[in-house]
Protein backbone atom coordinates (compact mmCIF):
# COMPACT_ATOMS: atom_id res chain seq x y z
CA UNK A 1 0.00 0.00 0.00
CA UNK A 2 2.48 2.44 0.93
CA UNK A 3 4.47 1.57 -2.57
CA UNK A 4 1.52 2.19 -4.64
CA UNK A 5 0.80 5.44 -2.88
CA UNK A 6 4.35 6.73 -3.70
CA UNK A 7 3.75 6.51 -7.24
CA UNK A 8 2.68 9.24 -9.67
CA UNK A 9 0.09 7.23 -10.82
CA UNK A 10 -1.68 6.98 -7.13
CA UNK A 11 -1.05 11.04 -6.82
CA UNK A 12 -3.50 10.80 -10.38
CA UNK A 13 -6.11 9.26 -8.71
CA UNK A 14 -5.91 10.82 -5.74
CA UNK A 15 -6.20 14.23 -7.86
CA UNK A 16 -9.01 13.41 -9.34
CA UNK A 17 -10.64 12.78 -6.35
CA UNK A 18 -9.72 15.72 -4.70
CA UNK A 19 -11.05 17.48 -7.58
CA UNK A 20 -14.19 15.74 -7.42
CA UNK A 21 -14.53 16.65 -3.88
CA UNK A 22 -13.96 20.38 -4.32
CA UNK A 23 -16.68 20.43 -7.51
CA UNK A 24 -18.95 18.89 -5.56
CA UNK A 25 -18.38 21.28 -2.00
CA UNK A 26 -18.40 24.74 -4.43
CA UNK A 27 -22.06 23.73 -5.53
CA UNK A 28 -23.13 24.42 -1.55
CA UNK A 29 -21.55 25.35 1.18
CA UNK A 30 -20.09 22.58 3.53
CA UNK A 31 -21.02 24.04 6.50
CA UNK A 32 -25.11 23.69 5.50
CA UNK A 33 -24.36 19.97 3.36
CA UNK A 34 -23.60 18.96 7.27
CA UNK A 35 -25.32 21.15 9.65
CA UNK A 36 -27.69 18.20 10.82
CA UNK A 37 -27.51 14.06 11.37
CA UNK A 38 -30.19 14.00 7.93
CA UNK A 39 -28.17 16.58 5.51
CA UNK A 40 -24.94 15.12 6.73
CA UNK A 41 -25.37 11.14 6.53
CA UNK A 42 -27.31 12.42 3.01
CA UNK A 43 -23.95 14.36 2.25
CA UNK A 44 -21.75 11.46 2.81
CA UNK A 45 -24.24 8.79 0.93
CA UNK A 46 -23.63 11.61 -1.96
CA UNK A 47 -19.66 12.17 -1.92
CA UNK A 48 -18.97 8.37 -1.30
CA UNK A 49 -21.35 7.90 -4.67
CA UNK A 50 -19.68 10.69 -6.68
CA UNK A 51 -15.73 9.24 -5.53
CA UNK A 52 -16.64 5.72 -5.88
CA UNK A 53 -17.74 6.34 -8.89
CA UNK A 54 -14.34 8.14 -10.15
CA UNK A 55 -12.30 5.42 -8.89
CA UNK A 56 -14.69 2.77 -11.17
CA UNK A 57 -13.93 4.71 -13.87
CA UNK A 58 -9.82 4.69 -13.16
CA UNK A 59 -10.17 0.89 -12.49
CA UNK A 60 -10.87 0.38 -16.24
CA UNK A 61 -7.98 2.98 -16.85
CA UNK A 62 -5.75 0.98 -14.63
CA UNK A 63 -6.51 -2.39 -16.97
CA UNK A 64 -5.63 -0.64 -20.12
CA UNK A 65 -1.63 -1.48 -20.37
CA UNK A 66 -1.33 1.69 -21.87
CA UNK A 67 2.22 2.72 -21.93
CA UNK A 68 1.91 5.89 -19.99
CA UNK A 69 -0.14 4.31 -17.02
CA UNK A 70 2.13 1.80 -17.22
CA UNK A 71 4.95 4.73 -16.99
CA UNK A 72 3.18 6.35 -14.00
CA UNK A 73 3.28 3.21 -11.66
CA UNK A 74 6.74 2.20 -12.45
CA UNK A 75 5.99 -1.23 -14.27
CA UNK A 76 2.50 -3.16 -15.36
CA UNK A 77 2.66 -5.30 -12.21
CA UNK A 78 2.50 -2.50 -10.15
CA UNK A 79 -0.44 -1.18 -12.53
CA UNK A 80 -2.28 -4.66 -11.43
CA UNK A 81 -1.30 -4.15 -8.09
CA UNK A 82 -3.13 -0.73 -8.39
CA UNK A 83 -6.50 -1.78 -10.19
CA UNK A 84 -6.83 -4.28 -7.27
CA UNK A 85 -6.78 -1.54 -4.49
CA UNK A 86 -8.55 1.07 -5.88
CA UNK A 87 -11.24 -1.49 -7.11
CA UNK A 88 -11.66 -2.50 -4.42
CA UNK A 89 -12.11 0.67 -2.86
CA UNK A 90 -14.15 2.00 -5.46
CA UNK A 91 -16.41 -0.94 -4.19
CA UNK A 92 -16.37 -0.30 -0.54
CA UNK A 93 -17.16 3.31 -1.56
CA UNK A 94 -20.04 2.44 -3.56
CA UNK A 95 -21.48 -0.05 -1.14
CA UNK A 96 -22.19 2.35 1.22
CA UNK A 97 -23.37 5.18 -0.85
CA UNK A 98 -26.58 3.91 -0.36
CA UNK A 99 -26.31 2.79 3.07
CA UNK A 100 -25.25 6.43 3.83
CA UNK A 101 -28.45 8.00 2.00
CA UNK A 102 -30.66 5.40 3.64
CA UNK A 103 -29.82 5.95 7.15
CA UNK A 104 -30.90 9.59 7.53
CA UNK A 105 -34.37 7.97 7.48
CA UNK A 106 -33.36 5.78 10.87
CA UNK A 107 -34.65 5.30 13.15
CA UNK A 108 -37.55 7.87 12.93
CA UNK A 109 -38.84 6.28 9.63
CA UNK A 110 -37.91 2.59 9.04
CA UNK A 111 -40.47 1.85 6.30
CA UNK A 112 -39.44 4.83 4.05
CA UNK A 113 -35.53 3.13 4.76
CA UNK A 114 -36.86 -0.38 3.08
CA UNK A 115 -38.59 1.65 0.51
CA UNK A 116 -35.36 3.12 -0.68
CA UNK A 117 -33.46 0.05 -1.09
CA UNK A 118 -36.74 -1.55 -2.87
CA UNK A 119 -37.11 -1.31 -6.65
CA UNK A 120 -39.91 1.34 -7.52
CA UNK A 121 -41.25 3.49 -10.10
CA UNK A 122 -38.43 5.24 -10.52
CA UNK A 123 -35.55 4.11 -13.36
CA UNK A 124 -33.13 6.16 -12.13
CA UNK A 125 -33.10 4.60 -8.86
CA UNK A 126 -33.78 1.41 -10.25
CA UNK A 127 -30.80 1.62 -12.72
CA UNK A 128 -28.67 1.93 -9.29
CA UNK A 129 -29.80 -1.14 -7.52
CA UNK A 130 -29.04 -3.00 -10.71
CA UNK A 131 -25.64 -1.70 -10.93
CA UNK A 132 -24.84 -1.81 -7.58
CA UNK A 133 -26.14 -5.67 -7.48
CA UNK A 134 -24.32 -6.56 -10.52
CA UNK A 135 -21.48 -5.66 -9.17
CA UNK A 136 -22.08 -7.15 -6.16
CA UNK A 137 -22.68 -10.27 -7.86
CA UNK A 138 -19.48 -10.39 -9.74
CA UNK A 139 -16.81 -9.02 -7.52
CA UNK A 140 -17.87 -11.49 -4.89
CA UNK A 141 -17.08 -14.26 -7.91
CA UNK A 142 -13.73 -12.02 -8.32
CA UNK A 143 -12.79 -12.24 -4.81
CA UNK A 144 -14.04 -15.29 -3.65
CA UNK A 145 -14.27 -17.56 -6.46
CA UNK A 146 -11.86 -19.76 -8.14
CA UNK A 147 -12.46 -19.76 -11.73
CA UNK A 148 -10.44 -20.66 -14.68
CA UNK A 149 -8.75 -17.42 -16.31
CA UNK A 150 -11.38 -17.33 -19.34
CA UNK A 151 -14.55 -17.44 -16.91
CA UNK A 152 -12.85 -15.23 -14.55
CA UNK A 153 -11.98 -12.93 -17.66
CA UNK A 154 -15.84 -12.85 -18.93
CA UNK A 155 -16.88 -11.76 -15.28
CA UNK A 156 -14.57 -9.16 -15.25
CA UNK A 157 -15.69 -7.83 -18.92
CA UNK A 158 -19.10 -7.91 -17.70
CA UNK A 159 -18.28 -5.08 -15.02
CA UNK A 160 -18.36 -2.78 -18.33
CA UNK A 161 -22.47 -3.83 -17.63
CA UNK A 162 -22.70 -2.30 -14.23
CA UNK A 163 -20.71 0.61 -14.90
CA UNK A 164 -22.95 1.54 -17.73
CA UNK A 165 -26.18 1.15 -15.71
CA UNK A 166 -24.10 3.27 -12.58
CA UNK A 167 -23.27 6.06 -15.72
CA UNK A 168 -27.11 6.13 -16.30
CA UNK A 169 -28.00 6.18 -12.74
CA UNK A 170 -25.65 9.16 -11.88
CA UNK A 171 -26.87 11.07 -14.84
CA UNK A 172 -30.72 10.65 -14.41
CA UNK A 173 -30.89 11.05 -10.88
CA UNK A 174 -31.87 14.28 -9.41
CA UNK A 175 -28.70 15.03 -7.14
CA UNK A 176 -25.99 17.13 -7.98
CA UNK A 177 -24.73 16.84 -10.72
CA UNK A 178 -28.47 17.26 -12.15
CA UNK A 179 -28.12 20.71 -10.81
CA UNK A 180 -24.73 21.70 -11.39
CA UNK A 181 -22.53 22.06 -15.21
CA UNK A 182 -19.70 21.68 -13.62
CA UNK A 183 -20.05 19.02 -11.88
CA UNK A 184 -21.69 17.09 -15.05
CA UNK A 185 -19.20 18.11 -17.04
CA UNK A 186 -16.77 16.81 -14.67
CA UNK A 187 -18.56 13.45 -14.44
CA UNK A 188 -19.29 13.09 -17.76
CA UNK A 189 -15.53 13.41 -18.86
CA UNK A 190 -14.29 10.78 -16.30
CA UNK A 191 -16.98 8.19 -17.01
CA UNK A 192 -16.32 8.57 -20.74
CA UNK A 193 -12.66 8.16 -20.10
CA UNK A 194 -13.61 4.91 -17.92
CA UNK A 195 -15.80 3.65 -20.62
CA UNK A 196 -13.16 4.04 -23.51
CA UNK A 197 -10.72 2.12 -21.50
CA UNK A 198 -13.04 -0.57 -20.77
CA UNK A 199 -13.91 -0.80 -24.57
CA UNK A 200 -10.38 -0.64 -25.44
CA UNK A 201 -9.56 -4.03 -22.94
CA UNK A 202 -12.60 -5.91 -23.67
CA UNK A 203 -13.34 -5.39 -27.33
CA UNK A 204 -10.18 -3.65 -29.29
CA UNK A 205 -6.41 -4.20 -29.15
CA UNK A 206 -4.20 -3.56 -26.55
CA UNK A 207 -0.70 -2.49 -26.86
CA UNK A 208 2.21 -3.40 -29.74
CA UNK A 209 1.27 -6.31 -31.09
CA UNK A 210 4.46 -9.16 -33.19
CA UNK A 211 3.36 -11.92 -34.79
CA UNK A 212 5.42 -14.52 -34.29
CA UNK A 213 5.79 -18.79 -34.87
CA UNK A 214 6.58 -21.40 -32.79
CA UNK A 215 10.41 -22.50 -33.62
CA UNK A 216 10.62 -25.24 -30.74
CA UNK A 217 9.11 -26.64 -28.06
CA UNK A 218 11.15 -28.47 -25.29
CA UNK A 219 9.84 -30.00 -22.04
CA UNK A 220 10.28 -31.97 -19.08
CA UNK A 221 8.05 -33.03 -16.55
CA UNK A 222 7.98 -29.30 -14.67
CA UNK A 223 9.06 -26.92 -17.34
CA UNK A 224 8.55 -25.93 -20.61
CA UNK A 225 10.25 -24.17 -22.99
CA UNK A 226 8.62 -22.50 -26.40
CA UNK A 227 11.45 -20.73 -28.46
CA UNK A 228 9.51 -18.09 -31.12
CA UNK A 229 10.90 -16.88 -34.41
CA UNK A 230 9.37 -13.83 -35.67
CA UNK A 231 7.24 -13.18 -38.92
CA UNK A 232 7.59 -10.20 -39.77
CA UNK A 233 9.28 -7.11 -37.64
CA UNK A 234 11.01 -8.52 -34.07
CA UNK A 235 10.11 -7.28 -30.78
CA UNK A 236 12.61 -5.04 -29.20
CA UNK A 237 12.78 -5.27 -25.63
CA UNK A 238 14.64 -5.02 -22.53
CA UNK A 239 16.67 -8.16 -20.46
CA UNK A 240 13.48 -8.81 -17.81
CA UNK A 241 10.45 -7.54 -19.65
CA UNK A 242 7.79 -9.93 -20.49
CA UNK A 243 5.22 -10.16 -23.17
CA UNK A 244 1.25 -11.14 -23.43
CA UNK A 245 1.13 -14.65 -25.67
CA UNK A 246 -1.56 -16.10 -27.89
CA UNK A 247 -1.20 -19.25 -29.44
CA UNK A 248 -3.42 -19.82 -32.70
CA UNK A 249 -4.42 -22.91 -31.79
CA UNK A 250 -7.80 -24.36 -30.23
CA UNK A 251 -7.25 -24.48 -26.29
CA UNK A 252 -4.35 -21.51 -26.42
CA UNK A 253 -6.31 -18.33 -27.41
CA UNK A 254 -6.16 -16.71 -23.90
CA UNK A 255 -3.60 -14.32 -23.85
CA UNK A 256 -0.96 -14.87 -20.95
CA UNK A 257 2.27 -12.69 -19.59
CA UNK A 258 5.39 -14.34 -19.88
CA UNK A 259 8.87 -13.36 -19.05
CA UNK A 260 11.13 -13.35 -22.41
CA UNK A 261 13.72 -15.52 -20.85
CA UNK A 262 15.98 -16.08 -23.73
CA UNK A 263 17.36 -14.33 -26.16
CA UNK A 264 18.80 -16.12 -29.49
CA UNK A 265 19.63 -13.50 -31.97
CA UNK A 266 16.17 -12.18 -33.42
CA UNK A 267 13.94 -15.52 -31.41
CA UNK A 268 12.77 -15.28 -28.09
CA UNK A 269 12.10 -18.19 -25.62
CA UNK A 270 10.08 -18.47 -22.55
CA UNK A 271 10.28 -20.82 -19.71
CA UNK A 272 7.22 -22.21 -18.19
CA UNK A 273 5.84 -24.29 -15.21
CA UNK A 274 3.40 -26.73 -15.93
CA UNK A 275 1.62 -25.35 -12.91
CA UNK A 276 -2.05 -24.21 -14.38
CA UNK A 277 -4.45 -25.70 -16.07
CA UNK A 278 -3.31 -23.57 -18.98
CA UNK A 279 0.39 -23.48 -18.68
CA UNK A 280 0.12 -27.46 -18.01
CA UNK A 281 -0.65 -27.69 -21.45
CA UNK A 282 1.61 -25.57 -23.14
CA UNK A 283 3.73 -28.60 -24.16
CA UNK A 284 1.56 -29.77 -26.49
CA UNK A 285 1.89 -26.90 -28.75
CA UNK A 286 4.11 -27.65 -31.81
CA UNK A 287 6.71 -26.06 -34.32
CA UNK A 288 4.57 -23.96 -36.67
CA UNK A 289 1.67 -22.66 -34.51
CA UNK A 290 1.54 -18.88 -35.11
CA UNK A 291 1.73 -16.48 -32.16
CA UNK A 292 0.72 -13.29 -31.49
CA UNK A 293 2.91 -11.56 -28.72
CA UNK A 294 2.08 -7.87 -26.95
CA UNK A 295 4.39 -5.76 -25.45
CA UNK A 296 6.85 -5.72 -24.25
CA UNK A 297 5.73 -4.60 -20.55
CA UNK A 298 7.70 -4.38 -17.02
CA UNK A 299 10.43 -1.71 -15.41
CA UNK A 300 12.15 -5.10 -13.56
CA UNK A 301 16.17 -4.03 -14.91
CA UNK A 302 18.71 -4.58 -13.12
CA UNK A 303 20.69 -1.60 -15.03
CA UNK A 304 18.88 0.73 -12.99
CA UNK A 305 20.79 0.21 -9.76
CA UNK A 306 24.62 1.27 -9.93
CA UNK A 307 25.68 -0.81 -7.22
CA UNK A 308 26.25 -4.23 -5.93
CA UNK A 309 23.45 -6.70 -6.10
CA UNK A 310 21.64 -9.55 -4.51
CA UNK A 311 19.41 -11.93 -6.74
CA UNK A 312 16.84 -13.45 -5.33
CA UNK A 313 14.40 -16.20 -7.58
CA UNK A 314 12.18 -18.03 -6.04
CA UNK A 315 11.02 -20.85 -8.35
CA UNK A 316 9.83 -20.21 -11.61
CA UNK A 317 10.69 -16.48 -10.69
CA UNK A 318 14.08 -17.60 -12.16
CA UNK A 319 12.93 -16.33 -15.88
CA UNK A 320 13.65 -12.37 -15.47
CA UNK A 321 17.43 -13.57 -14.10
CA UNK A 322 17.79 -16.16 -16.69
CA UNK A 323 17.43 -12.88 -18.98
CA UNK A 324 19.60 -10.52 -16.80
CA UNK A 325 21.95 -12.94 -16.52
CA UNK A 326 22.88 -13.38 -20.27
CA UNK A 327 22.59 -9.68 -21.12
CA UNK A 328 25.22 -8.89 -18.21
CA UNK A 329 28.24 -9.56 -21.04
CA UNK A 330 26.64 -6.91 -23.13
CA UNK A 331 25.88 -4.60 -20.94
CA UNK A 332 29.29 -5.09 -18.97
CA UNK A 333 27.97 -4.16 -15.90
CA UNK A 334 30.82 -3.87 -13.20
CA UNK A 335 29.48 -4.52 -9.78
CA UNK A 336 28.98 -7.38 -8.16
CA UNK A 337 25.95 -10.01 -8.63
CA UNK A 338 24.94 -12.55 -6.14
CA UNK A 339 22.38 -14.95 -7.57
CA UNK A 340 20.21 -17.12 -4.83
CA UNK A 341 18.18 -19.69 -6.95
CA UNK A 342 15.90 -20.76 -4.30
CA UNK A 343 13.96 -23.98 -5.01
CA UNK A 344 12.34 -27.27 -3.15
CA UNK A 345 15.14 -29.29 -4.82
CA UNK A 346 17.82 -29.53 -7.44
CA UNK A 347 15.19 -30.91 -9.99
CA UNK A 348 13.52 -27.70 -9.73
CA UNK A 349 16.69 -26.01 -10.95
CA UNK A 350 15.87 -25.13 -14.51
CA UNK A 351 18.51 -23.83 -16.74
CA UNK A 352 21.17 -24.48 -13.73
CA UNK A 353 23.68 -25.62 -16.53
CA UNK A 354 23.80 -22.22 -18.38
CA UNK A 355 23.54 -20.43 -15.23
CA UNK A 356 26.40 -21.98 -13.77
CA UNK A 357 28.01 -21.87 -17.37
CA UNK A 358 27.91 -17.78 -17.45
CA UNK A 359 28.97 -17.60 -13.82
CA UNK A 360 32.54 -18.94 -14.64
CA UNK A 361 32.81 -16.37 -17.52
CA UNK A 362 32.15 -13.62 -15.84
CA UNK A 363 33.86 -12.93 -12.37
CA UNK A 364 31.57 -10.59 -11.02
CA UNK A 365 28.38 -13.07 -11.08
CA UNK A 366 27.99 -15.71 -8.78
CA UNK A 367 25.06 -17.90 -8.36
CA UNK A 368 24.11 -19.75 -5.30
CA UNK A 369 21.88 -22.82 -5.23
CA UNK A 370 19.33 -22.93 -2.46
CA UNK A 371 17.19 -25.75 -2.21
CA UNK A 372 14.76 -25.89 0.48
CA UNK A 373 15.10 -29.54 1.37
CA UNK A 374 19.08 -28.69 2.41
CA UNK A 375 19.09 -25.73 3.79
CA UNK A 376 15.77 -24.96 4.43
CA UNK A 377 14.32 -21.33 3.37
CA UNK A 378 16.51 -18.65 2.60
CA UNK A 379 16.48 -15.72 5.16
CA UNK A 380 18.11 -12.09 5.62
CA UNK A 381 20.83 -13.90 8.14
CA UNK A 382 21.81 -16.10 5.84
CA UNK A 383 21.91 -13.09 3.13
CA UNK A 384 24.17 -10.75 5.51
CA UNK A 385 26.27 -14.06 6.64
CA UNK A 386 26.75 -14.93 2.95
CA UNK A 387 26.87 -11.80 0.89
CA UNK A 388 26.41 -8.92 3.70
CA UNK A 389 23.82 -6.72 2.60
CA UNK A 390 24.25 -3.05 3.02
CA UNK A 391 24.79 -0.78 0.58
CA UNK A 392 23.19 -3.44 -1.91
CA UNK A 393 20.46 -3.44 -4.00
CA UNK A 394 18.01 -6.25 -3.94
CA UNK A 395 16.14 -7.76 -7.12
CA UNK A 396 13.37 -10.43 -6.09
CA UNK A 397 11.03 -12.37 -8.00
CA UNK A 398 9.28 -15.48 -6.73
CA UNK A 399 6.19 -16.35 -5.05
CA UNK A 400 4.57 -13.31 -3.11
CA UNK A 401 4.45 -14.56 0.41
CA UNK A 402 8.26 -15.22 -0.25
CA UNK A 403 8.35 -11.69 -1.73
CA UNK A 404 7.04 -10.13 0.92
CA UNK A 405 9.01 -11.60 3.51
CA UNK A 406 12.02 -11.15 2.36
CA UNK A 407 11.02 -7.23 1.80
CA UNK A 408 9.70 -6.92 4.96
CA UNK A 409 12.87 -8.41 6.64
CA UNK A 410 15.30 -6.45 4.78
CA UNK A 411 13.19 -2.91 5.49
CA UNK A 412 13.94 -4.14 9.32
CA UNK A 413 17.62 -4.61 9.16
CA UNK A 414 17.55 -1.02 7.45
CA UNK A 415 17.99 -1.65 3.54
CA UNK A 416 16.63 1.28 2.01
CA UNK A 417 12.88 0.45 0.19
CA UNK A 418 14.04 2.00 -2.65
CA UNK A 419 17.33 -0.45 -3.05
CA UNK A 420 14.42 -3.62 -3.37
CA UNK A 421 13.16 -4.56 -6.72
CA UNK A 422 10.53 -7.07 -7.01
CA UNK A 423 8.65 -8.53 -10.08
CA UNK A 424 4.79 -9.66 -8.91
CA UNK A 425 3.70 -12.11 -11.31
CA UNK A 426 0.47 -12.51 -9.22
CA UNK A 427 -1.70 -10.76 -11.60
CA UNK A 428 -4.25 -12.22 -13.79
CA UNK B 1 -5.03 -5.95 5.36
CA UNK B 2 -5.94 -7.56 2.40
CA UNK B 3 -7.89 -6.01 0.31
CA UNK B 4 -10.14 -9.43 -0.19
CA UNK B 5 -10.12 -8.82 4.41
CA UNK B 6 -11.44 -5.10 3.89
CA UNK B 7 -14.16 -6.18 1.01
CA UNK B 8 -14.97 -8.71 3.19
CA UNK B 9 -16.29 -6.69 6.22
CA UNK B 10 -18.01 -3.96 4.01
CA UNK B 11 -20.27 -6.85 2.33
CA UNK B 12 -21.28 -7.72 5.25
CA UNK B 13 -21.66 -4.28 7.02
CA UNK B 14 -24.15 -3.70 3.59
CA UNK B 15 -25.76 -7.18 4.06
CA UNK B 16 -25.94 -6.52 7.79
CA UNK B 17 -28.05 -2.72 7.28
CA UNK B 18 -29.80 -4.35 4.25
CA UNK B 19 -31.30 -7.16 6.99
CA UNK B 20 -31.68 -5.00 9.89
CA UNK B 21 -33.55 -2.33 7.35
CA UNK B 22 -36.34 -4.89 5.45
CA UNK B 23 -36.64 -6.31 8.70
CA UNK B 24 -37.82 -3.45 10.49
CA UNK B 25 -39.72 -1.20 7.42
CA UNK B 26 -41.58 -4.94 7.25
CA UNK B 27 -42.66 -4.87 11.30
CA UNK B 28 -43.44 -0.99 10.94
CA UNK B 29 -45.10 -2.18 7.70
CA UNK B 30 -47.12 -4.84 8.94
CA UNK B 31 -47.92 -2.69 12.43
CA UNK B 32 -49.05 0.34 9.79
CA UNK B 33 -51.38 -1.94 7.63
CA UNK B 34 -53.13 -3.85 10.82
CA UNK B 35 -53.88 0.00 12.05
CA UNK B 36 -55.31 1.30 8.85
CA UNK B 37 -57.38 -1.82 8.71
CA UNK B 38 -58.94 -1.46 11.69
CA UNK B 39 -59.08 2.17 11.49
CA UNK B 40 -60.93 1.97 7.90
CA UNK B 41 -63.34 -0.82 9.67
CA UNK B 42 -64.19 1.70 12.76
CA UNK B 43 -64.69 4.61 10.16
CA UNK B 44 -67.42 2.03 8.48
CA UNK B 45 -69.06 1.14 11.45
CA UNK B 46 -69.49 5.06 12.49
CA UNK B 47 -71.08 5.55 8.90
CA UNK B 48 -73.45 3.37 9.31
CA UNK B 49 -74.26 4.33 12.57
CA UNK B 50 -75.02 8.12 10.99
CA UNK B 51 -77.24 6.42 8.26
CA UNK B 52 -78.91 4.87 11.24
CA UNK B 53 -79.81 8.41 12.25
CA UNK B 54 -79.94 6.76 16.01
CA UNK B 55 -80.50 9.07 19.05
CA UNK B 56 -77.16 8.85 20.71
CA UNK B 57 -74.92 5.31 19.85
CA UNK B 58 -74.66 3.58 23.27
CA UNK B 59 -71.47 3.54 23.99
CA UNK B 60 -70.44 0.17 25.28
CA UNK B 61 -66.73 -0.31 26.81
CA UNK B 62 -65.98 -2.63 24.40
CA UNK B 63 -67.35 -0.36 21.26
CA UNK B 64 -64.61 -1.16 18.73
CA UNK B 65 -65.41 -4.93 18.67
CA UNK B 66 -67.50 -6.20 15.45
CA UNK B 67 -70.25 -7.25 18.13
CA UNK B 68 -70.62 -4.20 19.79
CA UNK B 69 -70.81 -2.17 16.73
CA UNK B 70 -73.33 -4.49 15.43
CA UNK B 71 -75.90 -3.83 18.95
CA UNK B 72 -75.60 -0.51 17.95
CA UNK B 73 -77.08 -0.86 14.78
CA UNK B 74 -80.40 -1.89 16.12
CA UNK B 75 -83.16 0.08 14.36
CA UNK B 76 -84.84 2.59 17.24
CA UNK B 77 -88.40 1.39 18.51
CA UNK B 78 -90.86 3.61 16.64
CA UNK B 79 -93.00 5.34 19.57
CA UNK B 80 -96.93 6.38 18.63
CA UNK B 81 -97.73 9.31 20.15
CA UNK B 82 -101.02 8.75 22.57
CA UNK B 83 -103.96 11.25 20.97
CA UNK B 84 -104.97 13.77 23.46
CA UNK B 85 -108.75 13.22 24.23
CA UNK B 86 -111.09 16.42 22.85
CA UNK B 87 -113.07 18.29 25.84
CA UNK B 88 -116.74 18.71 25.48
CA UNK B 89 -118.17 21.18 28.07
CA UNK B 90 -121.54 20.22 30.28
CA UNK B 91 -124.20 22.72 30.76
CA UNK B 92 -123.88 23.15 34.15
CA UNK B 93 -128.00 23.06 34.88
CA UNK B 94 -129.40 20.12 32.43
CA UNK B 95 -126.06 18.13 32.48
CA UNK B 96 -126.09 17.93 28.72
CA UNK B 97 -122.95 18.07 26.71
CA UNK B 98 -122.80 21.00 24.35
CA UNK B 99 -121.55 22.06 21.06
CA UNK B 100 -120.64 25.46 21.95
CA UNK B 101 -118.21 26.56 24.60
Known amino acids: ?428 | MKAKTWVGIALAIFCTFLIVVYFMGFIVYKNTTDTQTLQAITNKNNTLQVVASTPEPVQTETSNTTLSSTQNQLPPTQVTPTPTPTTIPVCVNCGRRSRAS
Not at chain 1, 67 to 81: N, P, R
Not at chain 1, 175 to 195: E, H, N
Not at chain 1, 385 to 408: V, W, Y
Open chain 1, 1 to 428: MVNILRKRGTAIILMLCIITFIIWAMIEPIALRFSDYASSTHSLGQITGLIGMVLFAWTFVLSSRAKWVEDSFDGLDKMYKAHHMIGSLAFVLILFHPILLVVKFIPSDWNLAATYLWPSGSWAVNFGIVALLLMIFLLVLTFYIRMKYEKWRISHQMLGVAYVLAIIHIFMVTTDISRSIPLKVWMIIICLIGLIAHLQVSYLKLGKRFEYTVYSVETNNKFTTIILRPKGNAMKFKSGQFAYIKFNKRGFEERHPFTIAVKQEDKIGFVIKNLGDYTSHVSELESGVTADVEGPYGRFDYTQANKDQIWIAGGIGITPFLSFSNDIPKTKFKHNISLYYCAVNDSELVYWNELNKISETMKNFHVIPFCADKRGRISVDVLERESGILNKAFFICGPPPMMQSLKDALVKRGVKKEDIHREDFSFK
